[in-house]
């Protein structure tokens, strides 16, 4: 409740006075001295005095001059009480002393009641207004945002504790500057731009701009602010216009940028990364769909890297990788994208090109510009590319299937042994397409049961005897086509399908010939490397010899020698499990691949095959049959079994008699056979293949002579 005090020496006046304010909700003190009301005024706040003008010892003239000659009570609002004929000259002092009102004696009620009611509104106001601003305070000193003040010119007429701490400045030392000051940019357009939009909400009222990104400047350094900048209804003789709300971004605006960065490159080699290749590769296909510029793909990946990987160790590799990053950006165009799509393997777009030949010349100069070895810790190193190059010239294209084509020409770069760039060209697109068929059918082809094996003899001549067989895979589709392993195995290889592939061959010789029982011949199964390397082979070699009751000699393996180049120490040690257990090796297709003395010495071959290419020249390449005399003494040499593959006339056959080697697989004695035909062979080769033999004999005789 309110408080209004009344001062006069008469007891009578006072109880008046009372009666007259007694249906007002105040609480009335009463002071019969200026002195009793002085020490009042220092106790209580009062909405409003009324002070009687004569009183003995200090009057009312005096005790009002007291009371606003302090600071804290200027302001109390003093009603002077008077007789109604007090002179001008009384009337002028109890102004000059601060009074802000008379009421005369005889006291109108009505005239007391109205004054100092309103009186008491006013203090209602005032410490309502008081209490707001309290409130507004402590939202403002705890705002987790900078708040400014700002005039129409935009000089700062308040600022939270916030807004000073984002500014890096003292406290109260904001108020006054212009918030020009503070904001930053480095073109002058673009700060006219940016001010001027603080600028147009301040004039207008009622106007909102949210979220607006800027960079403020402070204290030498920049940041980044976002801000709300919103014109207040201007009140009367209020010099704030608007009120700027901001925070400091600069951290989760520094986060972003980091995303992005991660987002669209790759942190290894700083290049563009698989997704930003593909953003901008489709931006490329929708330009070039409208403006018919040529486009081109260029999609290469490092020859042998694992190997140099396993070397020289994976941080050389990787310092590798981002050299060939470096070497490819120079050889480019400014403006021509390069990426890493993953691992190895690198991605070109070549914009706006004149011709098809000219991205050809791109991938020759790329390829051109790894003639220079790199230097890995010292060592140098040659490297060389895969590279394959496809044209957007099909306007139906997607930006995946450009990318597609391009690789299916470096496939083929790869088939053809590497080192070197392809265009793409439609027939590879239809391998490429049966090979994805091929992949897709294989995946159902042993639950279908459309594999089964097939045998061919091996024939020592010296002896005329059948030594064995080798069991060769067949996949008969259920449409009844038939797919050669020589297509389908190099699929199943990169596929990874060889592994239960090879499992499926495993059982199923074993389980053939622990039912040939006592007529079987050792059988030679061919194994990838894929195969052998994954973990498990030896062991479950071993659980299909013990689950078959077979003896050691009648299970071996053919490794073939272009697959057994990488990863020699694994394969190795992996050779070296299964012939422990007592199984023979062959090293298949001798003489296509890259074997070496070295590798033949370090690795537990017993039985060298030369590969079929050679054995087709003899008699027709002099050069092949020397190839297949040295073979000849490096087996001798290191004390390993031989066996030619593929002889298929008796012209190859005498050849191969001269030099001593005895042991032929091939179609001069027999192709691959079914089950059923492999059965009889091994009941009765000698019959069986007598006419061979005699033939052979009466040739040699002839020959000789
Ligand atoms: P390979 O292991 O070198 O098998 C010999 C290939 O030469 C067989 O071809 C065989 O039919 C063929 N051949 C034998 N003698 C003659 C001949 O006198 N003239 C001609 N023109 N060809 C002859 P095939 O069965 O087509 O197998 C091709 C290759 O597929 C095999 O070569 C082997 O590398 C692979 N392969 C076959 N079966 C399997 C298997 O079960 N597992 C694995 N990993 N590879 C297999
Ligand atoms: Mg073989
Ligand atoms: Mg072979």
Redesign the pocket.
């Known amino acids: 409740m309110r408080k209004v005090l009344v001062v006069d020496d008469h007891q009578a006046n006072r109880i008046a006075l009372t009666s007259i304010l007694r249906d007002l909700e105040v609480s009335l003190f009463y002071a019969a001295s200026g002195s009793e009301a002085l020490k009042l005024v220092l106790h209580h706040n009062f909405a409003v005095i009324l002070m009687d003008v004569n009183m003995p010892l200090m009057d009312g003239i005096e005790t009002t001059e007291i009371i606003h000659s302090d600071e804290a009570y200027k302001n109390l609002p003093i009603v002077m009480v008077t007789a109604a004929d007090n002179s001008s000259d009384a009337l002028r002092k109890a102004y000059e002393a601060g009074a802000i009102d008379f009421v005369y004696k005889p006291i109108e009620p009505e005239v007391l009641l109205s004054k100092v009611s309103q009186f008491v509104e006013l203090e209602t106001a005032r410490i309502n207004a008081e209490a707001n601003r309290e409130h507004l305070k402590v939202i403002l000193d705890s705002a987790g945002e900078g708040v400014l003040g700002l005039t129409l010119a935009g000089d700062i007429t308040f600022a939270n504790p916030k807004a000073e701490a984002i500014l890096g400045l003292a406290p109260d030392s904001l108020c006054g500057t212009n918030i020009r000051a503070f904001i930053y940019s480095s073109e002058l357009e673009e700060q006219i731009r940016k001010e001027s939009r603080i600028f147009s909400t301040l004039k207008e009222r009622n106007n909102l701009q949210c979220d607006t990104e800027c960079w403020f400047k402070s204290d030498g350094t920049t940041i980044s602010v976002e801000y709300t900048c919103e014109s207040t209804v201007t009140v009367e003789g209020s010099s704030t216009a608007g009120v700027l709300i901001f925070q400091d971004i600069t951290l989760r605006k520094l986060r972003e940028t980091r995303e992005k960065y991660l987002a669209n490159f790759d942190s290894l080699t700083g290049l563009a990364n698989r997704t930003s290749f593909y953003e901008h590769l489709n931006k490329s296909v929708s330009r070039a769909k409208r403006s018919k510029e040529l486009l081109s793909v260029i999609i290469f990946d490092v020859d042998h890297f694992k190997c140099i990987n396993d070397t020289y160790g994976h941080h050389a590799g990787d310092t590798l990788l981002r050299e060939i990053g470096q070497r490819v950006s120079l050889t480019l165009r400014e403006g021509d994208v390069v990426a890493r799509l993953g691992g190895d393997e690198f991605g070109i777009i070549l914009y706006d090109i004149s011709e098809a030949m000219a991205a050809n010349a791109v991938a020759h100069k790329v390829i051109e510009s790894f003639s220079q070895s790199f230097s890995l810790n010292d060592i140098e190193v040659d490297v060389s590319l895969s590279v394959g190059v496809a044209i957007f010239d099909n306007h139906s294209m997607t930006s995946e299937e450009l990318v597609r084509l391009a690789d299916t020409a470096m496939y083929q770069v790869k088939h053809e042994g590497r080192n070197g760039y392809r265009l793409f060209e439609s027939e590879m697109m239809k391998a490429s397409i049966e090979k994805r068929e091929l992949h897709m059918l294989l995946q159902r082809a042993i639950a279908n049961q459309e594999l089964y094996?097939?045998y061919?003899p091996k024939i020592a001549i010296d002896t005329k005897k059948m030594i064995g067989g080798?069991?060769?895979?067949?996949w008969k589709r259920k449409d009844g086509q038939n797919i050669?392993?020589?297509k389908f195995?190099p699929i199943?290889?990169e596929s990874g399908q060889?592994i239960a592939?090879?499992d499926w061959?495993l059982n199923e010789?074993c389980k053939q010939v622990s039912a040939w029982g006592k007529n079987a011949l050792p059988i030679s199964?061919?194994?990838?490397v894929k195969?052998l390397l994954t973990r498990g082979f030896s062991q479950n070699l071993e659980a299909s010899l013990v689950k078959y009751r077979l003896d050691r000699n009648l299970i071996e393996i053919?490794v073939?020698e272009t697959g057994s180049i990488e990863d020699q120490q694994k394969v190795s040690e992996e050779l070296q499990k299964i012939h422990d257990m007592g199984i023979r090796i062959s090293i298949?297709?001798f003489g296509t691949g890259h074997a070496s003395l070295d590798y033949l010495r370090k690795l537990p071959f017993d039985v060298l095959?030369i590969?079929?290419s050679f054995?087709?020249d003899i008699g027709l390449d002099e050069h092949d049959e020397e190839i297949i005399r040295v073979i000849m003494a490096v087996a001798n040499t290191m004390g390993l079994d031989v066996i030619a593959?593929?002889?298929?006339t008796l012209e190859q056959l005498q050849f191969l008699s001269k030099i001593d080697c005895h042991h032929i697989?091939?179609?001069?004695f027999s192709?691959?056979l079914s089950v059923q035909e492999y059965t009889l062979m091994l009941k009765d080769s000698s019959n069986i293949l007598a006419p061979k033999f005699s033939s052979l004999t009466s040739y040699l005789k002839t020959n000789v002579a």
């Open positions: 094996l097939v061919q080798e069991a060769l895979l067949r050669s392993p020589a195995i199943a290889e060889i592939l090879g061959v010789a199964i061919n194994v990838s195969q053919e073939t298949d297709d095959k590969d079929r054995v087709k593959e593929g002889a298929e697989q091939g179609y001069y192709a691959p």
